[in-house]
């Protein structure tokens, strides 16, 4: 490579100015990332954010190993009789839905 030193004329091709300002050397041109790059940062970043939101959730409303003993000690852990699950939690809808079927059947086999 050639060295320029002040009193060496630097050629520019023709309509050139000499005026054009050069790059800073202490300030690096920021390169944009491609798409691949750019898309895969987003669904890392979604992932992360998803992991840290289920973590949340589970810190709220799952019991502790400690709480857990002491729920299973009160024998809150047991299972309920029918009756107490249905007054507490409601029936399930695949029952409702078999009550309602039978209901009908009894209804269009005593109609008039």
Not at 16 to 27: K, T
């Amino acid at each position: 490579m050639a060295e320029t030193t002040p009193s060496t004329e630097i050629r520019r091709p023709p309509g050139v100015s000499a005026e054009i300002s050069q790059p800073a050397s202490d300030v690096a041109p920021v390169e944009k990332p491609d798409r691949v790059t750019a898309v895969s940062n987003l669904a890392l970043g979604s992932l992360l954010m998803a992991i840290e939101a289920l973590d949340d959730w589970v810190d709220r409303n799952v019991p502790s190993q400690a709480q857990a003993l002491e729920q299973r000690a009160k024998g809150q852990g047991a299972l309920l009789p029918q009756s107490e699950w249905e007054a507490t939690y409601g029936r399930p809808e695949e029952d409702r839905l078999r009550l309602a079927a039978m209901g009908a059947a009894m209804s269009a086999s005593t109609g008039p």
